[in-house]
């Protein structure tokens, strides 16, 4: 039988002298349980997500084919330096450029526009984010689907109602002027909610004396929106800009439900054109060294601006 | 902190160790020339068994199951056919991707005639040259259909090299068809390019809301680019010097020069606004709802126009018959048209009772009596005496049009690098004609860009860019 007064003065000790709960294994150490539960999903992201790249990066010095076989001769940087000169990859860096500036911009702007008219109605604003969700969980390949059908200048709907008020036909998806900007705005229709959404929690989260205090100060709308919607809500919008920009950056489903990449090669994005030397010519190797040296840029890129990101935090 | 640094130093260190053993490997068995079949089918199985097959979604892949599973059970039923399908966009991947990772679902590939040459190079699928001498009557074949769906090297076109190997069976013969509205420009079909396209633009002019043509445009598959070789054959012109190896300068010449010019200039203009996207399915969209005088289409695609459910031009077949005429393509400096239709092979991965099966399966669809029955259910055939029985001839009223093209057919290239060929003729010829590229400039940049394709064999470092 236990001392109660030994108990009571000496509560910590006790309680780490407790021995192993029954059942428990002497040999299983917390450490070698920690091992234990962790190695499942250690093993997965390295067989899924680490060893491919790795893979990948070996490949990418290589000349070797996924069909043709045969054994992998390296060439060293002759990929690197064949994408990084070839006329035909600036050209689709440029198109992937004007898409994801185009894109995110509008985006932002809208879904933004939208989260501020929603923060402010006070009924019916679960059922209005809700419905402005909806885009978002539909998949990007029954998106272009559609979209598809909707812009089809001889057959859709658009140009019908252009139609029914006396405009033109436009060729959305066949003139190099249009179907650029269509890519644009279907991605736009989709990936607003996600921007808006970000906003909406960033708005939500807006502490409302400041509102109050601003009042009594007879600050106007404008003022306020300026000096406390927009400085707080910013670094969590420039995230949500992040996150677009780099899935903007590699886009391809849109591309190749609704452009396949024309007129021409007009709409080709980047990742369009690494499908198209990976799995038309199967030229594995350069197709490996395209992929590296587009992970390189994203991550260049997101670091320069979670540096910015940070320097805003800090001022 | 000690310990988790020290396991993810184990980690990466057997990472990095799996990676060179891996890389240290190479490919297992990458071989340069396709395995031989037997000559003889080997014993087959009794068990229940279901040979796959893998093609594009269209009407004759949903025949073909049909037709196998109703017929070939007859002989052997403990078999199953299953035709499996994917978009015409996704054709040539999905059956590469399998052959690259040396494991098929599929163990009768439709290859398209030009893709031969890779899966040959490539040693994915069975040389059935032996096969083909013990067992199959090559000569009730016209030469070139024998050669133009299972051989490699390319025949020159219209023969065939009998001392090549034999990769292949014919499964459907193709071309395309003329299809004209009798009730807009007459029952008579133009007899030359030049009177289609006058009689295009008066259909045109005197039928507002109908367009003068309709023709594949989209940049995907080969569709635009098998526009383009049609009217370049058509206007006296060549893809390429074969022996040489030669584009440049060749498909670029005065006469494919006209031929882009007669495309870009005067045929596009008669077209539908925004049919720059246009492949099969659109065209005949065009046709069934009376949007399109004279079109061009794959015979094999070419039955559903015929259905009054998908028509807006007769509540029966025979007064949709009453406005829809079919016929060869008109003629103007050659009267060349385009070889289309597929081959059947054996995927070299399949289990060997499979492809002792698939085998049988091959001669058994090459019998006489069973092409015809093939024409009867929609098919087209390739051996001469089922072009020309009444079972074909009477089942569609394209199909003469099919007898009567067999000998003025013309292929692509059926090399290996052909995806990428047909890429740069497609994305070029698209650009030509939705106005993104002067149709001077695609056509010297095809020439320019595929002739680069053809040298770079052998370039070490950057290739497919």
């Given at each position: 039988?236990?001392?109660?007064?030994?108990?009571?003065?000496?509560?910590?000790?006790?309680?780490?002298?407790?021995?192993?709960?029954?059942?428990?294994?002497?040999?299983?150490?917390?450490?070698?349980?920690t091992?234990?539960?962790?190695?499942?999903?250690?093993?997965?992201?390295?067989?899924?997500?680490?060893?491919?790249?790795?893979?990948?990066?070996?490949?990418?010095?290589?000349?070797?084919?996924?069909?043709?076989?045969?054994?992998?001769?390296?060439?060293?940087?002759?990929?690197?330096?064949?994408?990084l000169t070839s006329a035909q990859v600036h050209m689709r860096a440029f198109t992937t450029l004007l898409y994801v500036v185009g894109a995110v911009t509008l985006q932002t702007v809208l879904g933004f526009s939208i989260a501020y008219l929603i923060s402010r109605r006070v009924r019916g604003r679960g059922v209005l984010t809700t419905l402005f969700l909806v885009p978002m969980m539909l998949s990007p390949v029954v998106v272009g689907l559609f979209w598809r059908f909707m812009l089809d200048a001889q057959f859709g709907v658009i140009n019908s109602m252009l139609g029914s008020i006396g405009l033109g036909q436009v060729e959305w998806l066949t003139k190099q002027n249009t179907a650029l900007i269509s890519l644009i705005v279907v991605d736009t229709w989709q990936w607003t909610p996600f921007i808006m959404l970000i906003a909406l929690a960033g708005l939500t989260a807006v502490p409302k004396y400041l509102y109050e205090a601003a009042s009594i100060d007879r600050a106007s709308e404008w003022f306020r929106f300026r000096t406390i919607t927009l400085p707080l809500v910013w670094p969590l919008l420039l995230i949500a800009v992040l996150f677009r920009a780099i899935e903007a950056f590699r886009l391809f489903d849109l591309v190749y439900i609704l452009t396949s990449g024309g007129p021409g090669v007009s709409t080709e994005t980047l990742s369009f054109h690494v499908y198209k030397v990976a799995f038309l010519g199967f030229n594995t190797g350069t197709a490996s060294a395209y992929g590296i040296l587009m992970v390189l840029i994203v991550i260049v890129l997101a670091q320069l601006y979670m540096r910015y990101l940070n320097k805003l935090k800090e001022d | 902190?000690?310990?988790?640094?020290?396991?993810?130093?184990?980690?990466?260190?057997?990472?990095?160790?799996?990676?060179?053993?891996?890389?240290?490997?190479?490919?297992?068995g990458a071989n340069a020339n396709a395995p031989k079949a037997p000559a003889d089918i080997p014993e087959l199985t009794k068990d229940p068994l279901t040979l796959s097959f893998i093609w594009f979604d269209w009407p004759p892949a949903k025949a073909l199951e049909a037709f196998a599973n109703a017929e070939y059970t007859k002989e052997r039923s403990n078999v199953?056919?299953?035709?499996?399908?994917?978009?015409?966009?996704?054709?040539?991947?999905?059956?590469?991707?399998?052959?690259?990772?040396?494991?098929?679902?599929?163990?009768i590939p439709i290859l398209d005639s030009q893709h031969i040459g890779e899966a040959v190079t490539n040693g994915n699928i069975l040389d059935i040259t032996d096969f083909v001498k013990k067992n199959i009557d090559v000569n009730a074949y016209n030469p070139y259909l024998l050669a133009a769906y299972g051989q490699?090297?390319?025949?020159?076109?219209?023969?065939?090299?009998?001392?090549?190997?034999?990769?292949?069976?014919?499964?459907?013969?193709?071309?395309?068809?003329?299809?004209?509205?009798?009730?807009?420009?007459?029952?008579?079909?133009?007899?030359?390019?030049?009177?289609?396209?006058?009689?295009?633009?008066?259909?045109?002019?005197?039928?507002?809301?109908?367009?003068?043509?309709?023709?594949?445009?989209?940049?995907?598959?080969?569709?635009a680019a098998v526009t383009y070789n049609t009217v370049n054959g058509v206007y006296g012109g060549n893809?390429?010097?074969?022996?040489?190896?030669?584009?440049?300068?060749?498909?670029?010449?005065?006469?494919?020069?006209?031929?882009?010019?007669?495309?870009?200039?005067?045929?596009?203009?008669?077209?539908?606004?925004?049919?720059?996207?246009?492949?099969?399915?659109?065209?005949?969209?065009?046709?069934?709802?009376?949007?399109?005088?004279?079109?061009?289409?794959?015979?094999?695609?070419?039955?559903?126009?015929?259905?009054?459910?998908?028509?807006t031009l007769g509540k029966t077949r025979d007064e949709i018959l009453g406005k829809l005429g079919f016929a060869t393509l008109p003629?103007?400096?050659t009267d060349l048209v385009p070889l289309g239709g597929m081959g059947m092979h054996v995927s070299a991965y399949s289990s060997p009772e499979k492809q002792a099966e698939a085998l049988n399966f091959m001669k058994w669809f090459e019998q006489a009596d069973i092409q015809k029955k093939w024409a009867a259910a929609g098919g087209v055939p390739a051996r001469t005496d089922a072009l020309s029985s009444p079972e074909f001839l009477n089942a569609g009223p394209f199909n003469k049009v099919y007898a009567d093209s067999v000998s003025r057919m013309r292929d692509m290239w059926n090399v290996p690098e052909y995806a990428r060929l047909i890429d740069i003729e497609n994305t070029n010829v698209n650009a030509a004609l939705n106005g993104a590229k002067p149709p001077k400039d695609a056509l010297n940049d095809?020439?320019?860009?595929?002739?680069?394709?053809?040298?770079?064999?052998?370039?070490?470092?950057?290739?497919?860019?």
């Open positions: 039988m236990s001392d109660p007064v030994s108990l009571t003065d000496h509560p910590v000790q006790e309680a780490s002298a407790t021995p192993p709960a029954p059942g428990r294994s002497r040999h299983l150490s917390d450490r070698w349980l091992v234990a539960f962790i190695s499942p999903a250690l093993l997965l992201l390295l067989a899924m997500s680490v060893f491919p790249l790795l893979w990948a990066l070996y490949l990418s010095f290589t000349d070797y084919s996924a069909t043709r076989g045969g054994p992998a001769t390296f060439v060293w940087f002759e990929n690197f330096t064949a994408i | 902190m000690r310990y988790p640094r020290r396991i993810g130093q184990l980690a990466a260190a057997a990472l990095l160790v799996a990676t060179s053993l891996t890389a240290c490997g190479g490919d297992d199953t056919i299953k035709v499996n399908v994917v978009p015409n966009a996704n054709w040539h991947d999905a059956m590469f991707t399998q052959f690259a990772a040396h494991k098929t679902d599929f163990d490699f090297p390319q025949a020159e076109t219209g023969q065939r090299d009998e001392n090549a190997s034999l990769y292949g069976l014919p499964l459907l013969g193709d071309t395309w068809t003329m299809i004209y509205r009798k009730d807009l420009i007459g029952d008579t079909p133009p007899a030359t390019w030049d009177e289609m396209i006058a009689a295009a633009q008066k259909c045109q002019t005197e039928n507002p809301g109908v367009s003068g043509l309709a023709f594949h445009q989209a940049n995907g598959s080969d569709a893809l390429w010097d074969s022996k040489a190896r030669k584009i440049e300068g060749v498909i670029n010449d005065a006469a494919g020069q006209e031929a882009m010019d007669v495309l870009v200039n005067k045929m596009k203009p008669l077209t539908a606004a925004g049919s720059g996207n246009w492949f099969i399915d659109e065209v005949n969209a065009a046709v069934a709802q009376g949007k399109a005088c004279i079109a061009f289409n794959w015979i094999a695609a070419s039955g559903g126009l015929l259905d009054p459910e998908q028509s003629k103007q400096k095809i020439a320019k860009e595929q002739q680069a394709v053809l040298d770079s064999a052998g370039k070490k470092g950057g290739g497919g860019l």
